[in-house]
């Protein structure tokens, strides 16, 4: 939704700017649950099969947790701590990848996954807020 590239730019030409972190992520919240729950509603019209329609779910809430992850990226990017985004994205891809094998070859289906897309992008989510709290 561009939020992320507004907090980069602004955030970099301007420290001080970070004041209004709080009120941009709040707003990031809102619009991505806007967003997510549009995706479910309309899939219940669009898309008469349901495990389709569940699929469509899933991937809705994959999307909320990249979105909210996306701000928080953006917020490293623009104190220019991209080593600690890059470890994220990496941690992501690794997790992805191997839980993705394994699903493929123990329980191949679309549901799965994207239930393995969900738990890769939860777990990275959830270690940036730890990262976050911390520092």
Request: aromatic share 14%; net charge positive; no cysteine.
């Amino acid at each position: 939704m561009g939020i992320g590239e507004i907090v980069v730019r602004e955030f970099a030409r301007e420290p001080e700017q970070e004041r209004w972190f709080p009120q941009l992520f709040t707003l990031k919240v809102v619009l991505s649950v806007a967003v997510t729950i549009s995706l479910i509603f309309v899939s219940l019209f669009a898309v008469s099969d349901s495990s389709i329609r569940i699929v469509i779910w899933i991937l809705a809430i994959y999307f909320f947790i990249q979105s909210i992850r996306e701000i928080l990226g953006a917020f490293l990017t623009a104190r220019q701590r991209m080593e600690y985004e890059s470890i994220l994205r990496i941690l992501e891809a690794v997790i992805l990848t191997g839980a993705g094998f394994l699903v493929l070859f123990t329980f191949p289906s679309i549901k799965n996954i994207s239930w393995v897309y969900v738990l890769a992008s939860s777990l990275t989510l959830g270690s940036l807020i730890i990262f976050f709290h911390r520092r």
